[in-house]
């Protein structure tokens, strides 16, 4: 069973940034297409971010233009670069594939507030 291990997140002022990390415990990290993931309380948890094998990316509107996500395969790391935070990207973060083959991991507390 793979493991999907997060970091990086923590209590950031409005307009700060993070960078989130996620590592999975497989060998064949490279052939899946990743994702970010954020819940929100009371919300259901939505996809914010991908990554194709060889780099392409796509985003929410919601965090375009301020969230810039990455890979490194030989790490079997996925990487959430967040800029110019704001209030409502408070959530728990995750990362897995983009069709959520693995379990989840216990996330990563993102909180936005001054």
């Known amino acids: 069973q793979v493991q999907l291990v997060e970091s990086g997140g923590g209590l950031v002022q409005p307009g700060g940034s993070l960078r989130l990390s996620c590592t999975a415990s497989?060998?064949?990290?490279?052939?899946?297409?990743m994702g970010w993931y954020r819940q929100a309380p009371g919300k259901q948890r939505e996809l914010v971010a991908s990554?194709?094998?060889?780099?392409?990316?796509n985003y929410a509107d919601s965090v375009q233009g301020r969230f810039t996500i990455s890979r490194d395969n030989a790490k079997k790391t996925v990487y959430l670069q967040m800029n110019s935070l704001k209030p409502e990207d408070t959530a728990v973060y995750y990362c897995?594939?983009?069709?959520?083959?693995?379990?989840w991991g216990q996330g990563t507390q993102v909180t936005v507030s001054s």
């Open positions: 990554i194709g094998r060889v780099g392409s990316t």
């Open positions: 497989t060998n064949i990290f490279s052939i899946f297409v």
């Open positions: 897995n594939t983009v069709q959520q083959n693995w379990t």
